[in-house]
């Protein structure tokens, strides 16, 4: 019988020993004391997870990132801890399979700019090209010379909003840019285009077909 730790169960469903302990009270998981500790059956760990989604905490920005990075086959930043967890999660699920959960790295907003000044503005420092902005630059057959997507940190966005006249109440944006917490900026001072992960992701996030095929088959390509 296939057997695992209250600690080990804790880190496959992401959630505390104590939350781990309180399931087999309940008789959510299958285990059997000994002694002091618990041997928990894998089986019952997996039929959890299959029945009920994820059951732990909702990600935080950095463990999105985590995960990105290590599907772009990096990730020499991360703790073994955060290593081994964001590897574990992409065996399981896929880079697709976790968009929705990737969500959380960034907030997105929505913006008009003249036309003019999109180019200008996908140039700028710390203004990092994604999505359709960059999908070329991956090899996908998918472009937008109307449009602009990219990341920029938060302490960033009023004044690029401000100094190109971005416009967040249009019916009609043009603009996108993800705004991510300073604190887990994971883009080095020189990097103008997203990498191939991040970028598939956000194809996979778009309103329309195509892009969602173009994302699709860049992150089956890492």
């Known amino acids: 019988?296939?057997?695992?730790?209250?600690?080990?169960?804790?880190?496959?469903?992401?959630?505390?020993?104590?939350?781990?302990?309180?399931?087999?009270?309940?008789?959510?998981?299958d285990?059997?004391?000994?002694?002091?500790e618990w041997a928990i059956e894998r089986r019952s760990l997996d039929s959890l997870r299959q029945h009920r989604?994820?059951?732990?905490?909702?990600?935080?920005?950095?463990?999105?990132?985590?995960?990105?990075?290590?599907?772009?086959?990096?990730?020499?930043?991360?703790?073994?801890?955060?290593?081994?967890r964001a590897r574990r999660r992409l065996a399981e699920q896929g880079l697709a399979g976790l968009v929705a959960r990737l969500g959380v790295r960034a907030e997105m907003r929505r913006f008009y700019g003249h036309p003019s000044v999109l180019k200008p503005l996908g140039a700028e420092p710390d203004v990092v090209r994604s999505g359709v902005s960059a999908a070329?630059?991956?090899?996908?057959?998918?472009?937008a010379p109307d449009f602009l997507e990219a990341y920029v940190p938060e302490?960033?966005?009023?004044?690029?909003?401000?100094?190109?006249?971005?416009?967040?109440?249009?019916e009609r944006p043009n603009v996108v840019l993800r705004v991510v917490d300073d604190a887990v900026w994971p883009?080095?001072?020189?990097?103008?285009?997203?990498?191939?992960?991040?970028?598939?992701?956000?194809?996979l996030e778009a309103g329309d077909e195509r892009s969602r095929r173009a994302g699709a088959e860049l992150a089956r390509h890492p």
Request: net charge negative; glycine share 8%; no cysteine.
């Open 1 to 29: 019988m296939d057997v695992v730790s209250v600690v080990e169960a804790a880190e496959y469903l992401e959630v505390s020993p104590r939350r781990v302990r309180q399931m087999l009270a309940d008789d959510l998981l």
């Open 31 to 36: 285990g059997r004391q000994i002694g002091r």
């Open 53 to 84: 989604g994820p059951v732990g905490r909702p990600w935080r920005a950095l463990s999105a990132w985590a995960v990105l990075a290590i599907a772009d086959g990096d990730g020499s930043d991360l703790s073994p801890m955060d290593r081994s």
């Open 136 to 143: 070329a630059n991956h090899g996908a057959d998918i472009v």
């Open 155 to 170: 302490a960033r966005i009023a004044a690029i909003a401000n100094q190109y006249g971005l416009d967040p109440n249009a």
């Open 187 to 203: 883009f080095a001072p020189e990097e103008e285009v997203a990498s191939r992960s991040v970028v598939a992701v956000d194809l």
